[in-house]
């Protein structure tokens, strides 16, 4: 049966009583960490904060941040705030950018974890007679998961495919009848090229949407994206320390993504003075779980920028809606004192009428700072005189020049070279760090 939300009363609930629920689960949170954490409990007496000043939200500014180095700290499970006779569940980040962190779920986060990943489901068209193809992989890796459970509370059909085999995927979209698929943007389109090439009409699959996250993508991406498999794309976005998957979520108007407020309170700051900044304005984004038994973490600093709107959305959905990430603090790259997103070249790069296939390069010589763009080109355009490949770099070096003011090289190169991803892509090889 059609459902325009999963729990509508939440959903649709009013600012006082979400203010309200926010509030009271806050100041349970916070005493429960005190006595449980003694990380939590260090830090707030140092802070000179007691649970007992924390009697609503606007009072969560007292409270100190916890960081990812916090997490590191306290590996493995110094930060549980449950015995772990509780822990029903482990997960961990990737441990791409140092030690990886360890969290845990009590069978009630678990249910948690998927009712917000049912509400992501249903806003993407989802019913119990869904078939849920997840690609995104299972494992430690909270990607999987999430939307296994959700796919499930909802009474649809999980199809856990993980991801890799992409040839198999295209049997399993074809043969199993997957309506709704899951896994990164980057992966979405290496399985759209695999449909491609197998000689299947995307319009044909009886796939109708999808739903990726786990790494920052343009507007332009999703367009992409739809166009090629025939779909309607939903963006989806989580961490690990929070609960993976399913924190926010975008709703059939596509204008940004719902952050399931009854679960976390989001709080958008000034990345350099760590203060609130307006709703609208960018800044980095921090969260607090306030229903989390096991792993709650409170003002999580994610290092993801963006902003926040709480206007309403002609969905009905009351929740804050976050804007699409515009990049990671991490992934910023600095090239001669101006500050670029990956997702600012693969905007010029789409607008442009490339395909998302890109890889930028950079690097230091002579004391300055290079960056080389190269990008996948049509076998037609790639066939073409030489003369016309670099008529075709030009333009594109000028039009990331007008957008971004800075100087980079366009490199086009042949179709199929760049990399494909099946999980989060690598879209940046800096090789200054080799000359530090
Ligand atoms: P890590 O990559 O640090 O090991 P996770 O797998 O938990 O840990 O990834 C969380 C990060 O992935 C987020 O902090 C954010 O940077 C990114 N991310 C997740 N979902 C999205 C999304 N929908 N859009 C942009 N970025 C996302
Ligand atoms: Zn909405």
Redesign the pocket.
């Known amino acids: 049966m059609k459902m325009k939300y999963w729990q509508e009363e939440i959903e649709t609930a009013s600012r006082e009583t979400l203010d309200s629920l926010q509030s009271e689960r806050l100041i349970a949170t916070v005493k429960r960490v005190y006595e449980k954490v003694p990380m939590y409990r260090q830090r707030m007496d140092e802070a000179g904060v007691k649970p007992e000043d924390i009697k609503s939200i606007k009072d969560i500014t007292k409270l100190p941040f916890t960081t990812?180095q916090d997490l590191r700290d306290t590996y493995p499970y110094g930060m549980f705030a449950v015995p772990m006779n509780e822990v029903v569940e482990l997960h961990?980040?990737?441990?791409?950018?140092g030690k990886?962190?360890v969290v845990g779920y009590t069978e009630k986060d678990v249910h948690t974890w998927g009712e917000i990943c049912a509400r992501a489901l249903v806003a993407a068209g989802a019913d119990e007679t869904d078939f849920v193809h997840v690609s995104y992989g299972y494992g430690l890796?909270?990607?999987g998961f999430g939307l296994h459970y959700g796919a499930q509370q909802i009474g649809a059909t999980a199809i856990p495919v993980s991801a890799g085999q992409t040839k198999r995927q295209v049997t399993i979209l074809e043969d199993f009848g997957s309506t709704i698929l899951c896994c990164t943007?980057s992966y979405a389109m290496t399985i759209a090229e695999a449909v491609e090439q197998a000689g299947i009409d995307a319009a044909k699959l009886p796939l109708k949407a999808g739903i990726?996250?786990?790494?920052?993508?343009t507007e332009e991406m999703r367009q992409y994206i739809e166009d090629k498999l025939k779909i309607k794309a939903y963006?989806?976005?989580?961490?690990?320390?929070?609960m993976?998957?399913g924190?926010?979520f975008t709703c059939e108007h596509q204008c940004g993504?719902h952050v399931n407020e009854d679960h976390f309170i989001i709080e958008v700051l000034d990345p350099e003075t760590f203060e609130p900044v307006p709703d609208g304005t960018i800044g980095e984004?921090v969260f607090t779980c306030i229903t989390k038994e096991a792993f709650p973490v409170i003002r999580y600093r994610?290092?993801?920028l963006g902003y926040v709107t709480r206007e309403k959305c002609e969905c009905g959905r009351t929740f804050a809606r976050m804007s699409?990430?515009l990049g990671?603090t991490?992934?910023m790259l600095i090239i001669r004192g101006v500050n670029v997103f990956p997702s600012q070249i693969e905007t010029v790069l789409l607008e442009q009428g490339y395909a998302p296939n890109y890889m930028l390069i950079v690097d230091r010589v002579n004391n300055a700072d290079t960056l080389e763009v190269q990008v996948e080109v049509t076998p037609e355009i790639f066939s073409d005189k030489a003369a016309a490949l670099t008529s075709y770099e030009k333009k594109l070096q000028v039009a990331i020049r007008e957008l971004l003011g800075i100087q980079a090289a366009v490199k086009l190169v042949a179709p199929n070279t760049i990399q494909r991803f099946e999980g989060?892509a690598k879209r940046v090889i800096d090789n200054r760090k080799l000359h530090d």
């Open positions: 990812k961990a980040s990737s441990g791409t950018t990886q962190v890796f909270t990607g943007p990726f996250g786990a790494e920052p993508w963006d989806i976005y989580g961490l690990t320390e929070v993976g998957p924190v926010s993504m984004i994610t290092k993801d699409k990430i990671r991490d992934d989060k």
